[in-house]
Nanobody
Framework: QVQLVESGGGLVQAGGSLRLSCAAS????????MGWFRQAPGKEREFVAA????????YYANYVQGRFTISRDNAKNTLYLQMNSLKPEDTAVYYC???????????????????WGQGTQVTVSS
């Protein structure tokens, strides 16, 4: 069974940085794309970033492009999200996610993903 566990969230001032991690287990990590999503109170879960299976192409939402970087260490079965120049509007619970099958399309869609972590809270103060 696939398990995803996020860590690294916290409270940071605007302009600061955080690095989120997602430890994966239960299947061959390197074979699958991975994604990061976030959900603020009262809002729908939204796409943040995704990376394909062999650390190939990466994809970002417009509102994080140039500030966030997604990466993966397949040897450690770990996904990362480096977040720089954080803004108060980045405040949310951040989730990592994995699709049920190998794919490289529609990685921005919540519906693509079958496995989700429990989330980690990121709070950016102004």
């Amino acid at each position: 069974q696939v398990q995803l566990v996020e860590s690294g969230g916290g409270l940071v001032q605007a302009g600061g940085s955080l690095r989120l991690s997602c430890a994966a287990s239960g299947r061959t990590f390197s074979n699958y794309a991975m994604g990061w999503f976030r959900q603020a109170p009262g809002k729908e879960r939204e796409f943040v970033a995704a990376i394909t299976w062999i650390s190939g192409p990466t994809y970002y939402a417009n509102y994080v492009q140039g500030r966030f970087t997604i990466s993966r260490d397949n040897a450690k079965n770990t996904l990362y999200l480096q977040m720089n120049s954080l803004k108060p509007e980045d405040t949310a619970v951040y989730y990592c996610a994995a699709p049920p099958v190998w794919q490289t399309t529609m990685l921005h869609s919540v519906k693509t993903y079958a496995y989700w972590g429990q989330g980690t809270q990121v709070t950016v103060s102004s």
